[in-house]
């Protein structure tokens, strides 16, 4: 399928660290994983996209296209 393109590799150790500790901010995230600001928000950026994608996919699988 064209539209399928494989995600980047999931940020598991940010997304652990932001559910383990109830992280609610950048700031406290990037330090939790030792990384910077940048980084984070770009990983989350992505992460964001990437689920995005796949909703939008998923929903044009289900609901019947207009004529």
């Known amino acids: 399928m064209s539209w399928y ?8 150790d940010l997304l652990q660290a932001i559910a383990e500790r109830e992280s609610t901010n950048i700031c406290e995230a990037s330090r939790l994983v030792g990384r910077d600001i940048k980084q ?3 990983s ?3 992460l964001y996209q990437s689920i995005l994608a796949l909703y939008f996919a998923a929903l044009a699988l289900y609901v019947p296209q207009a004529s």
Do not use: A, D, Q
């Not at 393109?5 to 598991?12: K, L, M, T």
């Open 5 to 12: 393109r494989s995600p980047p590799p999931w940020p598991i």
């Open 44 to 46: 989350l950026e992505r």
């Open 40 to 42: 984070v928000s770009e």
